[in-house]
């Protein structure tokens, strides 16, 4: 793993959990650390944003108490990645930073394949 790209592998183990949500908790370096809700209640960090490989974006920060990414967008967002994406076990999904604070968001079929 860089410090621009992550890569998080998709098991039996957690393919339920990722469907639902993104945990960032072992990723945090990849993101500005004002992406990070305060502690206070209600409150937001400063949003990320996702450029999936199906074409529409996705807004976000990071949950503090879950760190987990928070959807901001009204219609597009990580259920709906990962519902068209159909995950599944032996995949990856990769998360590489463009800017500041722009990602894209893409998933590796074959993690083993040369990109």
Known sequence: MSNTEIRIPITKENLWFLERQLNLFDYLELFPMDAVSPSEAGGRGIPIYLKTDLGFDIE????RKK???RNRSQFDGWMKWTTE???QPGEEILIRRIAEREYEL???RDPN???
């Open 60 to 63: 976000s920060d990071i949950d």
């Open 106 to 108: 893409n998933l590796i």
């Open 113 to 115: 394949a040369s990109e």
């Open 85 to 87: 994406k159909k995950l």
């Open 67 to 69: 760190m987990a990414l």
